[in-house]
């Protein structure tokens, strides 16, 4: 992860742009620019949490890790939202894994400064509180899909879910990733995507992913990405 010298005119990731002037006027100064290069881990299970970062292109993978080593992906976090949680509800750790599963960029804010700004601001602590609500929907039906659902239509939820993120309709991706995001052995993915290729709704090619009919994955995919972004837009209204 690299510091960059030289922030936006404004930012990107949604909850701080929701922010009153005022109190966005009394953070920037204390947001460090960053950017995030794949498979960088921002916390691991267990260690202390140093700092939040709100991304703001690409997006970061959060996993549970079981004792076996083997791991799945709970949640994923873009310009929605905010890494580091815990710190928000008390906690100086998490018991997952939070590492970029998509290069981008981001602000990175201290510890230290975080507890001030939530002190200082009730609209950021109170947007934080409805994000770790949203957050908490989106790991339950995370964990009830992977469940319950063939995996034509998590991989489908998984890719909807990647293309909002994304800064157009493709990015990097290999199979050998995606078996770990949902749970399965890597053979499950190939042909699961081997199916929603053949349906014309997505392309993979050489590690990468391209969404080619976004309205056919929507209606490929279970339920549960319309709950979660259902969720979202009762929290948050409809992004832009």
């Known amino acids: 992860m690299t510091a960059i010298t030289e922030a936006g005119p404004g930012p990107r990731n949604r909850l701080l742009a929701a922010l009153p002037p005022g109190d966005l006027a009394w953070l920037r100064p204390r947001l460090e620019p960053v950017e995030f290069d794949n498979r960088t881990i921002l916390h691991a299970p267990g260690e202390p949490l140093t700092a939040v970062h709100f991304p703001e292109t690409g997006w970061i993978s959060m996993l549970a890790t079981l004792e076996s080593g083997d791991a799945a992906e709970v949640g994923l976090v ?130 990468r992913m391209t969404v080619t009919d976004r309205p056919g994955l929507e209606a490929g995919a279970c339920d549960c990405y319309d709950v979660v972004r259902r969720e979202y837009e009762r929290l948050f209204g409809r992004p832009g």
Request: proline content about 2%; some cysteine.
């Open 78 to 207: 873009g310009r929605e939202g905010m890494v580091g949680l815990p710190l928000l509800l008390g906690a100086d750790s998490s018991p997952f894994e939070a590492m970029v599963q998509s290069e981008g960029t981001g602000l990175r804010l201290s510890a230290d400064a975080f507890q001030t700004a939530l002190e200082r601001s009730i609209a950021l602590r109170t947007l934080l509180m409805r994000y770790a609500l949203f957050f908490s929907v989106q790991v339950a039906q995370t964990a009830a899909c992977n469940g319950r659902h063939h995996i034509e239509q998590r991989l489908a939820r998984w890719m909807l879910m990647a293309h909002d993120r994304s800064e157009g309709d493709s990015f990097p991706m290999t199979h050998e990733f995606l078996s770990m995001m949902l749970g399965v052995r890597r053979a499950g993915v190939t042909v699961a995507a081997g199916v929603l290729q053949r349906a014309g709704l997505i392309r993979y090619e050489r590690g």
